[in-house]
């Protein structure tokens, strides 16, 4: 059937963390809504990022702890990795979330249409020859992996981390092109399973968006676990042999690995979708909003990846609640964007919400600085893990950074953004007790000396 459908509240076009994010508070606030998505719900993050990426570290995680196992005093042999079997299990994780997905979506009674939508007004959505017609519509189409100019993916030897997710066999080499963060947990995990890697970056440092002092203990940490990487220099070409690549730098060296896995960043996906003829301003593929997600087109909102904000799964969730609440008429504020926690999951983590020093100077804050090692920690010497917390604020005023290293440190990211979120103090923070033993004190601790009173330091 045909023609233009009853009007809804809510037309969304793209089904992943943004999308289906806003569909569900929508229809949480009475709101009727339409959910247009061509592949599957869930999109990048459930299917090509976040959870079958978290899933490979896992796996690493275990073949490196049975690796180690005489360390902790347990004997066991490490007999290999059956990749098939390790995608099977990733595989299996990201089912059931799919149908806890779909379940929930269509017990919210929200009308999922499959198929590829079009912006054909600033309140109509195009798939195949049925309109959706809504009082508002919001882009959610997220990104895609880019490349670099002239730098052909074959899928094969030369891979996104699309491909990268489906390999058959762990690749006995890889150059890692890129150390940001999807980059750097690839290497990290391919490094656990067995390959050799070595990551290329041109600017001068891995993870270079983080605070320089967790940049350098990712770096000694992988120098320590046999991870290569050759920083502050250009990546200029690739070559094919039979039995792999040959990237050459600008400096003149030449890297040889079975792959190479392209991870230079991803670009928002709207080619063709109708969004600039229907006058939505548009910077670079990117849909240009305001601080309350919304287009120059009073009926089009746009959230997640399509717009330049942080690209992370939980951006994409807030960016999509707080559409559907603006809609429904509720009040809505911006998200600080400086207050969104970041973790990178590789071995070891890294993990990070405010601003860095750098930052922080550049702003002209006067700032004090803690840096508290996990040496002292009892729960990471029980790890046998390494790290560190820095914690920054403003010299007699509120936490401005928190910076976290060593395993499963991600964790606390948690905490570290409700403190920089709600401005805290760090003689605010000092009282509050951490479970012991775990590595949460070490966050604790950093706080007892910035608030002047620090307990297991030396010195
Ligand atoms: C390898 C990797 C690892 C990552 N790890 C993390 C992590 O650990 N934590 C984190 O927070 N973030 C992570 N991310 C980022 C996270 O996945 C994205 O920020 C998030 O998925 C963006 O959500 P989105 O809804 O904007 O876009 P997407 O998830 O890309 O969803 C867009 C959806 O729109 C659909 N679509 C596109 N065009 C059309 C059309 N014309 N018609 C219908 N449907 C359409 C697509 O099929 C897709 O399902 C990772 C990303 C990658 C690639």
Redesign the pocket.
């Known amino acids: 059937m045909s023609g233009v459908r009853p009007t809804h509240d809510i037309v969304v076009?793209?089904?992943?963390?943004?999308?289906?994010?806003c569909a569900l508070r929508a229809a949480e606030l009475g709101l009727s809504v339409v959910l247009?998505?061509?592949?599957?719900?869930?999109?990048?993050?459930?299917?090509?990022?976040?959870?079958?990426?978290?899933a490979l570290l896992h796996a690493g995680e275990v073949a490196d702890t049975t690796r180690d196992a005489a360390r902790f005093g347990i004997k066991a042999e490490f007999g290999g990795v059956d990749l098939a079997a390790v995608l099977a299990y990733q595989d299996s994780v990201v089912t059931k979330m799919y149908k806890g997905l779909t379940g929930l979506v269509s017990s919210r009674g929200i009308t999922v249409v499959n198929?590829?939508?079009?912006l054909t007004s600033p309140t109509t959505?195009q798939?195949g020859t049925d309109i959706y017609e809504g009082r508002h519509v919001v882009l959610?189409?997220?990104?895609?992996?880019s490349t670099l100019p002239g730098l052909e993916i074959d899928g094969r030897r030369v891979l996104t981390?699309?491909h990268?997710?489906r390999l058959e066999q762990v690749p006995e080499s890889a150059v890692v092109l890129g150390g940001g963060?999807?980059g750097v947990?690839?290497a990290s995990a391919w490094r656990s399973l067995g390959a050799d890697v070595t990551i290329v970056e041109a600017l001068p440092r891995l993870l270079p968006a983080e605070e320089e002092s967790s940049s350098q203990r990712l770096e000694r940490a992988f120098r320590r676990r046999g991870i290569g990487f050759r920083t502050g220099v250009r990546f200029e070409a690739v070559g094919h042999s039979d039995t792999g690549v040959r990237v050459t730098l600008a400096d003149g060296s030449a890297l040889d690995a079975e792959v190479l896995l392209v991870?230079v960043g991803?670009a928002p996906?709207s080619a063709g979708?109708g969004y600039a003829e229907a006058g939505v301003a548009m910077d670079r593929g990117h849909v240009v909003v305001d601080p309350l997600c919304r287009t120059n087109v009073p009926t089009i909102s746009a959230?997640?990846?399509?717009?330049p904000t942080?690209?992370?799964?939980?951006?994409?969730f807030a960016?999509?609640i707080l559409v559907a609440e603006r809609v429904a008429g509720l009040p809505v504020s911006p998200i600080d964007y400086t207050g969104v926690p970041?973790?990178?999951?590789s071995e070891p983590e890294v993990a990070s919400v405010g601003l860095t020093t750098e930052q922080a100077q550049a702003r002209g804050y006067e700032i004090e600085k803690v840096q508290y090692d996990l040496a002292g920690n009892g729960k990471a010497t029980i790890l046998r893990a390494a790290g560190a917390v820095t914690v920054l604020r403003a010299k007699d005023g509120p936490v401005l950074g928190v910076h976290l290293v060593g395993s499963r440190m991600g964790e606390l990211a948690a905490e570290a953004q409700l403190i920089y979120n709600w401005e805290a103090f760090p003689e605010d923070v000092a009282p509050l007790l951490h479970p012991h033993p775990t590595q949460s004190e070490a966050l604790g601790e950093a706080h007892l000396a910035l608030a002047g009173k620090p307990l297991h330091v030396h010195g």
């Open positions: 076009l793209g089904g992943g963390s943004g999308g289906y994010s247009v998505e061509q592949d599957k719900l869930g999109g990048t993050c459930l299917h090509r990022g976040c959870i079958p990426t978290k198929g590829a939508g079009r959505v798939v959610a189409t997220g990104s895609a992996p981390s699309d990268a997710l963060v999807i947990e690839f991870a991803r996906v979708l959230v997640g990846d399509l717009i942080p690209q992370l799964a939980h951006v994409g960016e999509g970041r973790v990178t999951y």
